[in-house]
């Protein structure tokens, strides 16, 4: 009990020490005694010199995000005088200004897309039927190992198995939460979903990547393509669930990232959007204590409870890739319960080395391989190009994603208490292990062995989703209270 208050007082510490330099932003949370309608917000929002940005998600009318129409988007003190005109309209309740924050993409290399020419192969286990003809298939060995580069043969997420079962995502929209989505590159188009999609940094339906010289904002692009890039076009490689849709949600690509900008995003269109997919995060400096704010926790509370009609989101997570001198407890979107936190190996089943540990991670899938930088993870990237270096957790979370996408075609009712169920089951140790021997393999009480670095295991997409065809629905959760302490008696 002691080590928790320990851990406890030095995370506040350190959001305390950081509180100094907090900044203010010119967005306004505005709660209102009564549920509203958008028009009634608007009118509000225009005479005080505010622009109505949109309700926020699942609040019913009664919270809406405002902008003020003067103030810099970022300042090192609180606008009060705005804060005062608001609050005298009637129907608002409180006001409350939003503070700004640092969160940011996991395995970023922002550089122009790799020019490697793969050279085709045959695997001989396969008819040349089976295996996708797209040029950049043979690279992707995490989709299939043969030996490839220096990998370890059948070291993969072994998804032939589950697209020889005719299970390939279809039905399924997966939205990736980052710096947006090209959405006319020639292997995503047709998998593309807009009406799933939105950009919440310049808040309009069409979430397209921003450009810059150095391709910073690839990051969206090459996390889209592992889900869903199609198959046998003649481009690129293929996605885990090439026939799943995908969604973009663009929310990264502005200077400080708000409660409600995350808010917005991870409930936008939950009965629409089956997965949600995030290779983001709090910086992983190793000092840094993080995590979801209130209207972002609510959000991803009311997704896991209400969305997909009441089966549940399911939120999948990048680990953090801020090595052994950092740790994925202390960064609360992938430590929640109500996320899936995913780390990545490398081609040879070891850990790489922006891998962190902690008890939260439930499995992994892969990042780029040992020294080659062509074994990184081959995917789509800006204005139509190919990209073999895309690496970092950022890429384990999207494979994991694909592999639910499978999950949840071939039992379109499973509830997100199911995947993590099918998750932990299913996840194989095959070839993991730690580098430098510092996190073993434990055996829990039920049976299944653990590892603090990899989880249960590698996801195993075959195996999912056979056992995802003939799975019984876990009951729901249950919230247990022993009891309140009404008065305190000391001794």
């Known amino acids: 009990m002691l080590s928790k208050w320990i ?20 967005s306004f949370l505005v709660r209102f005694h009564q549920n509203i309608n958008n028009d009634i917000a608007h009118a509000i929002a225009s005479r005080n010199g505010f622009e109505n940005v949109g309700e926020l998600s699942g609040s019913n009318g009664r919270e809406y ?9 970022s300042r090192t003190r609180r606008s009060i005088t705005q804060t005062r005109v608001l609050k005298r309209e009637p129907l608002i309740r409180t006001t409350i200004q939003q503070t700004g924050f640092v969160r940011v993409k996991r395995g970023l290399r922002s550089s122009p897309p790799s020019l490697v020419i793969p050279t085709p192969y045959v695997d001989d286990h396969q008819s040349e039927q089976t295996i996708p003809s797209d040029p950049y298939f043979p690279l992707q060995w995490y989709l299939r190992n043969t030996g490839q580069n220096g990998g370890k043969k059948h070291l993969d997420l072994n ?74 076009n003649g481009v690129c490689g293929v996605g885990v669930a090439y026939d799943s849709k995908i969604a973009g949600i663009r929310m990264l690509d502005q ?29 992983d ?5 993080d995590g979801p704010r209130n209207a972002t926790m609510r959000a991803i509370v009311q997704g896991v409870n209400e969305g997909r009609n009441g089966l549940g989101n399911i939120y999948v997570w990048a680990s953090g890739d801020g090595g052994e001198d950092d740790d994925c407890n202390c960064d609360g979107y992938a430590a929640s319960m109500w996320t899936i936190s995913i780390n990545s190996a490398i081609n040879d089943g070891q850990n790489a080395h922006y891998d962190e540990s902690c008890s939260s991670t439930l499995a992994s899938t892969f990042s780029n391989g040992a020294k080659d930088p062509n074994t990184g993870v081959a995917t789509t990237d800006l204005y139509g190009k190919c990209t ?30 199911d995947i993590q169920h099918l998750t932990v089951l299913t996840s194989k140790r095959n070839s993991l292990f730690d580098a430098k021997n510092r996190f073993h393999w434990t055996m829990n009480g039920v049976g299944l062995e653990f590892n603090h670095l990899f989880g249960f295991g590698v996801l195993d997409a075959g195996s999912m989703v056979t056992l995802a065809k003939q799975w019984r629905t876990v009951p729901p959760r249950y919230h247990c209270e022993a009891g309140d302490i009404t008065q305190l008696r000391f001794i």
């Open 7 to 26: 851990y406890f007082f030095i995370g506040l510490t350190t959001l305390v020490v950081s509180s100094a330099n907090i900044v203010f932003t010119n």
């Open 388 to 417: 073999t270096t895309h690496s970092g957790t950022s890429a384990a979370a999207p494979e994991a994603a694909g592999i639910f996408a499978l999950a949840l075609e071939a039992n379109t009712m499973l509830t997100w208490r």
């Open 255 to 283: 200077p400080y990232m708000t409660d409600l900008i995350e808010a917005n995003s991870m409930g936008h269109e939950p009965h629409k959007i089956h997965i949600y997919s995030a290779s983001w995060g709090p910086t």
């Open 65 to 73: 995000h405002f902008k003020n129409k003067v103030l810099h988007h």
């Open 285 to 289: 400096d190793g000092k840094t204590v």
């Open 159 to 232: 998804v032939q198995a589950a697209w020889d079962l005719g299970i390939t995502g279809k039905n399924v929209t997966t939205a990736i939460m980052d710096d947006g989505v090209d959405y006319m590159h020639p292997d995503l188009k047709y998998n593309y979903n807009p009406e799933a999609s939105y950009d919440f940094s310049s808040n309009d339906p069409f979430p397209y990547p921003r450009y810059t010289d150095d391709w910073f904002n690839s990051h969206g692009t090459r996390c889209a393509g592992e889900v869903s890039a199609a198959r046998d």
